[in-house]
């Protein structure tokens, strides 16, 4: 019985040998099977023919890591107060969470240069430090008049800054096409390496061109045909002064890593893991394709904890909650949907990502990931990278 390593080894052992033999088409018309798929656990290696001199086959051994680590978990104690939840946190909390924080009067002084930046006078002088539920994320909010800046705590990288309509010219309108250019003007004002992304987003705050006093444009990383969602920045101005309203940057990078595993692999990783997982599905469709996306721990605690799964995602009035957080990693990877059988009742759909390169299980949702990105709003003006 095979595990996933030998599996993919005796591949890449069988595929050396056709291509030593200058017969390709063999190799990609032939099926692998296998008894039995689980995650890749250990190092995957891969046998690639290089090249061939006084026809002696050279070949090179490329070890590629496992990138999955077990996730950190965080319990932390909820309570409703108002309407709202509270997180409780102890001082010793707080002050471990700080550790490695960049000061107050570093925070301001990364504002006062993004300020300087956008041509602004105010001066920043307020500044407050927000740590998430989990402690993993922590940024400075810092106030100079009515201007605020987000700046992160831990790296000093600026993240955002809004400022409001109030007292501002807004009588100004734009036509789409007028918008698409400003945006575009901005873009390229505020970003050296503005030609490496590509608008995927461009609406305004009423729906119609009459109507609208700030329009917004989101733009994307793109990597050959893949865009990379966790790297993008989003602008938001005010048509006829062209004045920012806000601008925000997600910066999250993309690993790059090779497309290793092929299609039907990791849907087979995906399907022996959902097995295991819910035996009693029945799968009607699946959907697999390949994408860049962000590391989560989805579908490690729907494995880990199945029972729990679904009640951990409700918030009760007074409760313990559990986070599991991950590395930020941005990998390419096969995103492979499962379709249940309408009498199953728990979920309709789980979809699996699949890392490209090792074949693990990165991550997940309880979702159809190509449902969600067809998905596209109505006040949308681009649709496949043009104006609509």
């Given at each position: ?31 692998f099977k296998t ?165 995927v987003k461009l ?100 494995d880990k904890y ?83």
């Open positions: 019985m095979k595990n996933n390593v030998q599996y993919i080894e005796e591949i890449y052992q069988k595929k050396s040998e056709i291509e030593n033999k200058k017969n390709h088409n063999d190799f990609y018309n032939k099926t008894n039995k798929l689980i995650p890749i656990k250990m190092v995957a290696t891969f046998i690639l023919t290089i090249g061939i001199t006084i026809g002696i086959g050279y070949a090179s051994v490329i070890t590629y890591q496992k990138i999955w680590k077990e996730p950190q978990e965080y319990r932390v104690n909820i309570k409703s107060k108002e309407g709202y939840y509270i997180v409780e946190k102890t001082q010793e909390d707080i002050e471990e969470e700080l550790k490695n924080c960049i000061s107050k009067e570093q925070a301001i002084q990364k504002a006062q240069e993004v300020l300087k930046r956008f041509n602004m006078d105010e001066k920043a002088d307020i500044a407050n430090i927000l740590i998430d539920s989990t402690g993993a994320d922590k940024t400075w909010n810092i106030y100079a008049g009515a201007a605020s800046i987000v700046v992160d705590a831990q790296t000093g990288e600026f993240r955002s800054l809004s400022i409001p309509t109030t007292g501002r010219n807004i009588k100004g309108r734009s036509t789409k096409e007028e918008a698409l250019q400003v945006a575009n003007d901005i873009l390229y004002k505020y970003r050296k390496d503005a030609q490496n992304y590509e608008i609406n305004n705050n009423m729906g119609t061109e009459e109507d609208s006093y700030i329009w917004y444009a989101t733009f994307e990383k793109k990597y050959d045909k893949l865009y990379n969602h966790y790297e993008f920045i989003n602008i938001g101005w005010i048509p006829g002064t062209n004045e920012i309203y806000q601008y925000v940057i997600e910066n999250k990078k993309y690993e790059n890593n090779p497309e290793e595993i092929t299609k039907d692999d990791a849907i087979r990783v995906a399907v022996q893991k959902d097995k295991e997982i819910e035996p009693d599905a029945q799968i009607k469709e699946i959907k697999a394709d390949i994408r860049i996306e962000k590391m989560n721990s989805d579908a490690y605690v729907r199945k029972d729990k799964y679904y009640e951990q995602k409700i918030i009760s009035d007074e409760a313990e909650k559990i986070y599991y957080v991950t590395e930020d990693r941005v990998r390419k990877v096969w995103v492979v949907t499962l379709e249940y059988d309408d009498i199953y009742n728990k979920v309709l759909y789980y979809t699996y990502y699949i890392d490209a390169t090792t074949g693990e299980i990165i991550g997940g949702l309880d979702s159809d990931y190509f449902e969600i990105e067809s998905e596209i709003d109505e006040n949308n003006y681009i649709e496949n990278g043009e104006l609509n």
